[in-house]
């Protein structure tokens, strides 16, 4: 399974991107769908996640800034970041996971917000 996640890149607090995830291989509509990240030396953490019926979670510094979408006919999914803030800077991660199958990463992408 490849996932791509694609959006990211530098930003100045306070302001916005919308990372997408991309599949190649996988129908994403049948699977839940997250987006976690990591910074040096922590674990990875979860962001949101979307589960195959459309309910959502947050992490709690994402609730109200973060939205994670799904576009089943690009087979996309998406994550709308507002409000930006420097501890928001991370590598974010797309994951795949359904029921008896591993799960699927993406390669991972860089988020910056700084001055």
């Known amino acids: 399974v490849q996932l791509e996640e694609s959006g990211g890149g530098w930003v100045q607090p306070g302001g916005s991107l919308r990372l997408s995830c991309t599949a190649s291989?996988?129908?994403?509509?049948?699977?839940?769908m997250g987006w976690y990240r990591q910074t040096p030396g922590k674990q990875r953490e979860l962001v949101a996640v979307m589960g195959s019926g459309g309910d959502r979670l947050y992490e709690e510094s994402a609730e109200g800034r973060f939205t994670i979408s799904r576009d089943h006919a690009k087979n996309t999914v998406y994550l709308q970041m507002n409000n930006l803030k420097p501890e928001d800077t991370a590598v974010y991660y797309c994951?795949?996971?359904?029921?008896?199958?591993?799960?699927?990463w993406g390669q991972g992408i860089q988020v910056t917000v700084s001055p």
């Open positions: 291989t996988i129908i994403l509509r049948s699977y839940a």
């Open positions: 994951l795949a996971r359904r029921r008896l199958s591993a799960d699927s």
